[in-house]
Nanobody
């Protein structure tokens, strides 16, 4: 069964850090891109960051790049992509999803319509 499973979410305090994991299984071919999206309460889902395969290029949404608090990385041995979020803010609260794209990388990586496989999401709640 082809699937992505996110983990690492939880209830955290502002200023803290967390690392989300996205583990892939059942794939017969490696996706070209794995991306992290998030959906805050009452808002649309938005792209946060993506990493390409096999060259490992990292891409960040404008807000993520400007803030410098997000770091995407991957471990090909573990078939896992990580999203590190530092200096957590209240507005980081939301459900974080990872998604896989099996077509060659698109500059519009932040568009959720380009992804074929999605994880179930992991809840991140930042609260004092």
């Amino acid at each position: 069964q082809v699937q992505l499973v996110e983990s690492g979410g939880g209830l955290l305090q502002p200023g803290g850090s967390l690392r989300l994991s996205c583990t892939a299984s059942g794939f017969t071919a490696a996706p070209y891109t794995i991306a992290w999206f998030r959906q805050a309460p009452g808002k649309e889902r938005e792209g946060v960051s993506a990493v390409t395969n096999p060259d490992g290029r990292a891409f960040y949404a404008d807000f993520a790049f400007a803030e410098g608090r997000f770091t995407i990385s991957r471990d090909n041995v573990k078939n896992t992509v990580y999203l590190q979020i530092d200096s957590l803010k209240l507005e980081d609260t939301g459900v974080y999803y990872c998604a896989a794209d099996f077509y060659p990388f698109s500059a519009r990586w932040y568009s959720e319509g380009g992804y074929e496989i999605w994880g179930q999401g992991t809840q991140v709640t930042v609260s004092p």
